[in-house]
């Protein structure tokens, strides 16, 4: 049990018992959270260096949390053991979905890109590029879908399109946050 002396900087994330904690001075804290006191402190199961200004809530999925903010790109973080996996570009900072193999993001420019989500493009750098992309800057809307594998873009006109992936596994909304008992 030790006491988190940096400060929060975007709500933390939730599966179950368990927080993920985005702090100011770069890290991910991984808390468990039946036990702890204003005493002692909280129960801090990990602690992983993600750097950047984590200023988003952690998008969780089944296996991972991915840390994102402004201008910090994403990290891939093992949700188990609070090792980084990959790391995209500092331009590739919002996240917008996910399913159960890739990732959803936007970059800066109103770029969507696909990560795969389990795994580098460079193991050995654990950096990870863009599978793909295409420029859709004029849905400027950020739309965040943390409960199903759905990817909903907005534009500030009204229009909203809702995306899936073609694999027929997911013609019908996939959940992809856990379950409040994992």
Not at 8 to 31: D, E, K, N, Q
Not at 112 to 122: C, E, G, M, Q
Not at 153 to 174: E, F, I, S
Request: glycine share 10%.
């Amino acid at each position: 049990v030790q006491k988190l002396a940096d400060p929060i900087s975007a709500t933390p994330g939730r599966a179950g018992l368990f927080h993920y904690v985005p702090l100011g001075s770069g890290y991910l804290v991984a808390v468990e959270g039946s036990s702890g006191n204003l005493v002692g402190g909280a129960n801090v199961i990990w602690r992983a260096p993600v750097g950047g200004i984590a200023n988003r809530t952690p998008f969780i999925t089944e296996n991972y949390v991915y840390s994102h903010g402004d201008n910090s790109g994403v990290v891939c973080v093992d949700r188990k053991l609070g090792d980084i996996v990959w790391r995209s570009d500092e331009s590739a900072d919002h996240i917008i979905g996910a399913n159960n193999e890739f990732l959803y993001v936007r970059d800066r420019q109103g770029r969507f890109l696909v990560y795969d989500a389990k795994r580098p493009t460079n193991p050995t750098t654990k950096r990870s590029a863009p599978l793909g992309g295409i420029n859709l800057a004029e849905f400027n809307v950020n739309i965040t879908n943390t409960a199903s594998d759905r990817v909903y873009l907005a534009a500030d006109n009204g229009l909203v399109v809702c995306l899936r992936d073609m694999n027929p596994k997911y013609a019908r909304p996939v959940k992809i946050c856990p379950d409040a008992a994992v």
